[in-house]
């Protein structure tokens, strides 16, 4: 999960990511002698999805940081489509050298209940490293003549199939929490699938879709500037940035708690040197007071940890929406 509307794309750019491209950060330590450099060349920093979407926000923050510290251009590279399986198949078919990784989102582990998928979701990967949790928060157009999710339920009773809501694509993270809301909730809203969060995102903002659960790095901005109106946020509790927003819990759907991440893997037989650098580097710039700050704007939290930790997750998400699925009883169209 090219982008049609390169303006929601700027927007969020400008917003999360202003004065983090030239930011002085501290060198890295000094490798010990006798270790092989690395990298020596540019380094590919794939997102399976077009530009403006949460983990194009989240590569943009962490890639120059990596630059510095390495010496080396650590780009950002866009390879949306078929919900993320084009970018994530790219990636995991490259050499295993550690010069293309992908920046991974809920969606990866979300494909695997749907899709008849060209690689092994577990055993085609190298974990580099968790970098941020996130919840998701519950938006309308501001034409929805509703201030929160009781209001909100009660319009989609009285209107059942009515209210279109958009998603990164069928089976993607967005589409399967918002499932996973209308199976708590009791409601029935109609699925417009879109290639991305960002033209996703972009219809929302321009009325064509009413509402959309969404990570929030692409739609805080929106919300901010009033052109998208927040309903609740997903998780358990309420975040800094929106202290005054309520979770679904709260606003009245009990059992519905639900978080995301953004995690660097890259092919599977990536040498432990590299794997082990990745991880150490990306846990030092989470660290980092800027990079904090800036996600914590976009209602995300850094995260680090080892590899193992984050391969956990991996295979629980991959288990849930499994679940999901089966109840929903989603299927592709195609």
């Keep these: ?22 930011a002085q950060t501290p060198a890295s330590p000094a490798r010990p002698a ?5 990298p020596a060349k540019l380094v590919r920093i794939v997102d399976a999805f077009p530009p403006g979407g949460g983990s194009d926000v989240v590569a943009r923050l ?18 949306g489509g078929a919900n993320g399986i084009i970018g994530n198949e790219h990636v995991l078919r490259s050499p295993a050298d550690g010069y293309t990784v992908l920046i991974a989102t809920g969606s990866y582990a979300a494909n695997p209940s749907l899709y008849k998928l060209p690689y092994d979701p577990i055993n085609d990967i190298a974990v580099l490293g968790q970098v941020a949790s996130t919840i998701f928060l519950v938006v309308v157009h ?49 699925h417009i699938p879109y290639k991305g969060t960002g033209p996703a995102v972009s219809d929302l903002v321009g009325g064509q879709i009413q509402v959309m659960i969404a990570a929030t790095a692409p739609v805080m901005p929106h919300v901010k500037s009033g052109r998208l109106r927040a309903l609740a946020v997903t998780g358990s509790k309420r975040i800094t940035a929106m202290p005054d927003l309520p979770t679904v819990i709260e ?13 660097f893997v890259g092919p599977k037989g990536l040498g432990k040197e590299i794997v082990a650098q990745w991880n150490t580097e990306l846990a030092r710039v989470t660290q980092m007071q800027d990079i904090r700050e800036r996600f914590a704007a976009g209602g995300m939290d850094a995260v680090s940890g080892p590899p193992e930790q984050f391969f956990t997750i991996l295979k629980r998400d991959i288990e849930r929406w499994q679940r999901v699925v089966k109840q929903a009883g989603i299927k592709l169209t195609s």
């Design 251 to 263: 606003s009245g759907v009990p059992g519905y708690d639900v978080t995301s991440w953004y995690a």
């Design 34 to 38: 006798g270790t092989a450099a690395y």
């Design 62 to 79: 962490i890639a120059p940081k990596l630059t510095e510290a390495w010496g080396q251009q650590v780009i950002v590279e866009n390879r």
């Design 142 to 190: 501001p034409s929805v003549p509703v201030k929160n999710v009781k209001e909100f339920l009660a319009l989609a009773r009285a209107k059942p199939g009515a209210i279109n809501f958009g998603s990164t694509g069928t089976g993607g993270s967005t589409h399967l929490v918002m499932e996973f809301f209308k199976l708590t909730a009791g409601v029935d809203l109609t």
């Design 1 to 22: 999960m090219s982008v049609r509307h390169w303006s929601v794309a700027g927007a969020i750019a400008s917003m999360l990511l202003a004065d983090v491209a030239f």
